[in-house]
């Protein structure tokens, strides 16, 4: 056994997601409170003078009450390291969401009692079920009215195709929600509003057994309700198998109230109970085990910009296996070389503390001079391996972009290549025509916002954007084969090229692509690059 085997045990390493507003983000405050990292929640909506939520760091984040950036926080409870990684809920930011569920272990999903499953939640439980990753359910603001609880269960079931095992029961909800029946105890946990930003406040457990103390508490009514429910429930629902959650086929469904910090640390419990230590990750040499290999990572976020006074760039890389010490020399394996990585640091929003080391399941940062892309794979100077690469998403949303001031053309040459190479947008250029016009492409079309927001705050350049009507991508996979001028396309074909120098088509119609390969036979078409 190595001598960093318990510490890496220690570690839970799980992202949060949900559809906007279904209350991620308090809930991620409300975590961290109980780990002792903050001492009082911030709202991320509220009076412009209240405290912005902890992991929205971004200004145009703070403006619009919303994530649009995945951040990281860490913090200790009851023995055990967590990593959170908070993600955006808006989908048009969902590939920052995606690859942010590649360094996760886990996932935690957080569902609005009102709405049950919404398009959001779904896409991204896709992903997580696409790597086969435990989910664990929140249903949160049951302080409000909320839809039927078996109706919502349901929801989950049909939507997402995964089973329900609730491990506690809401009792009402909205100004009728007396609080939680937890089935493993068999007694009610009684409801107060305690007060939002901090941990403290009454929960009172009556065992189910005392019927006449618990009418008195909560109601004749309500008592009723809950025998005849659970009658239904354990006739009817899934028994608890640890081994289907850990293989993403049940998710454990929790109940309660971020904002009034009911069923938080209940649900906190339970998840820690459930989850696994850091898990083995896939390379082109097979599994590698975090407890058993030396110091391994990957680059899964890349952010520009974070510390506005030293106009830094940030890679965001998962260790993988073995330990990290801020003096060892690593691989840098698409790089080609060995280096030391400069100022590690663990970040908690925007605030940052300088590591001398971390573990397999940690999430680290560390000061990039622009030689690391997403996906990049480092290593013992012993090893030389890659981890599995993380999709490129093609992009649905095109517009050419000029700058306002001509004269700021290398700010604004600098600020756009650098945004492209987080990953948010990507950049295209007329293919060989001389025109030096920017093409950019989205996923979704908030994207453009904050490009725009981020080029003038950051760079002080101010842009112009002109809707393009291209909605379809496709890299050209056999180049060295195909004369690119002499291609044969269809009027509403574009030729481009990437970053890389990589020749791309963009059309207008989904029927072009196929018209332009029986037009140019031989050529091979991708909706992937695979560089």
Same mark, same amino acid.
């Given at each position: 056994m190595?001598d960093?085997?318990e510490?890496?045990n220690r ?12 209350g ?9 409170l109980?780990?002792g ?5 911030g709202?991320v909506k509220?009076?412009?003078t209240?405290?912005h939520?902890?992991?929205d760091w971004?200004e ?6 919303i994530s ?8 200790e409870?009851?023995?055990f390291?967590?990593n959170i990684l908070?993600?955006p ?7 920052d ?9 886990s996932?935690?999903?957080?569902i ?6 919404e ?16 989910i664990?359910?929140?249903?949160n603001?049951l302080?409000?009215?909320a839809n ?5 269960l349901?929801?989950?079931e ?7 095992c609730?491990?506690n ?7 009728e929600f ?6 493993e105890?068999?007694c009610?946990?009684s409801?107060s509003?305690?007060e939002k930003?901090t ?11 005392e ?9 004749g ?8 429910e659970?009658?239904?429930?354990d006739?009817a ?7 289907a ?17 009911f069923?938080?640390e ?13 898990l083995p =990750?896939?390379?082109d $040499?097979?599994m +590698?085990?975090p407890?058993?290999? &030396?110091?391994?990572?990957f680059? #899964?976020?890349?952010?520009a910009n974070?510390n506005?006074a030293?106009?830094?760039r ?5 260790i993988?296996?073995?330990k990290?010490d801020a ?49 990049d794979?480092?290593c013992?100077?012993r090893e030389?391996?890659?981890y599995?690469?993380?999709p490129t ?10 700058q306002v001031?001509?004269?700021? =053309?290398k700010?604004f $040459?600098k600020g +756009?290549e650098?945004?492209?190479? &987080?990953?948010?947008i990507?950049? #295209?250029?007329?293919y060989n025509?001389?025109l ?10 908030l994207q ?8 003038e705050?950051?760079?002080?350049v101010?842009?112009?954007?002109d809707?393009?009507p291209?909605?379809?991508i496709?890299?050209i996979e ?5 004369d690119?001028a002499?291609?044969?396309?269809t009027?509403d074909?574009k030729k481009?090229?990437d970053?890389?120098?990589n ?7 989904a029927?072009?692509i196929?018209?332009?390969l029986?037009?140019?036979k031989g050529l091979?078409?991708?909706e992937?690059?695979?560089?």
């Open positions: 190595n960093y085997t510490e890496i570690r839970r390493t799980f992202a949060i997601i949900s559809h906007p507003d279904a991620k983000t308090t809930l991620t405050e409300k975590f961290l109980y780990g990292a903050i001492n009082l929640a709202s509220g009076k412009a209240a405290r939520a902890v992991s971004m145009i984040e703070k403006e619009r009450g649009v950036t995945s951040s990281v926080l860490q913090f409870y009851g023995g390291c967590i908070d993600t809920g808006h989908q048009d930011f969902s590939e969401t995606y690859r942010t569920l590649m360094a996760a272990d996932a935690v999903m957080v609005d009692a009102s709405k049950g499953v398009a959001q939640t779904r896409k991204l439980f896709k992903v997580c079920v696409m790597r086969k990753i435990p664990f359910t929140f249903i603001k302080d409000r009215d039927d609880t078996f109706d919502l349901d929801d989950i049909k939507e997402l195709g995964i089973a329900t609730p491990l029961w809401p009792i009402g909800s909205g100004r007396k609080g939680v029946y937890d089935r105890k068999k009610v946990i409801y509003g305690t930003g941990k403290e406040g009454t929960a009172t457990e009556i065992p189910l057994g019927e006449a103390l618990l009418r008195e508490a909560i109601g009514a309500p008592v009723d309700r809950l025998l005849e659970m009658e239904l429930l006739g629902g899934a028994d608890f198998d640890l081994e959650v850990q293989a993403g086929e049940l998710t454990p469904v929790c109940f309660g109230s971020a904002l009034t910090n069923g938080v209940i649900f906190l419990k339970h998840f820690l109970e459930m989850t696994t230590t850091p =990750r896939r390379a $040499v097979g +590698i085990d407890g058993e290999r &030396e110091f391994s990572a680059v #899964f976020k890349i952010q974070m506005r030293h106009r830094d940030i890679a965001f890389m998962r993988c296996s073995g990290f003096q060892m020399e690593v691989r840098h394996v698409q790089g080609g070389r060995v280096m030391r990585l400069s100022q590690p640091q663990q970040i908690m929003a925007d605030e940052r503390k300088i590591l001398n080391e971390a573990y397999a399941g940690d999430i680290i940062g560390v000061f990039d001079p622009g030689i690391f892309s997403i996906g794979t480092l013992s100077p030389n391996f890659r599995e690469g993380i998403f093609a992009p649905e949303h095109f517009a050419r972009v000029r001031d001509t004269m700021k =053309r700010q $040459v +756009i650098q945004i492209a190479q &987080e990953g948010a990507q950049i #295209f250029q007329e025509t001389g030096e016009e920017i093409i950019v492409g989205v996923v979704g079309v453009f916002d904050v490009l725009k927001y981020r080029l705050n950051e760079y002080n101010e842009i112009r954007l809707s393009l291209y909605e379809h496709r890299w056999n180049k060295e084969e195909v690119i002499r291609l044969t396309g009027s074909m481009v090229k970053m890389k120098g020749p791309l088509l963009l059309f207008v119609n029927w072009s196929g018209m332009t029986e037009r140019n091979v078409l991708s992937f690059s695979r560089n």
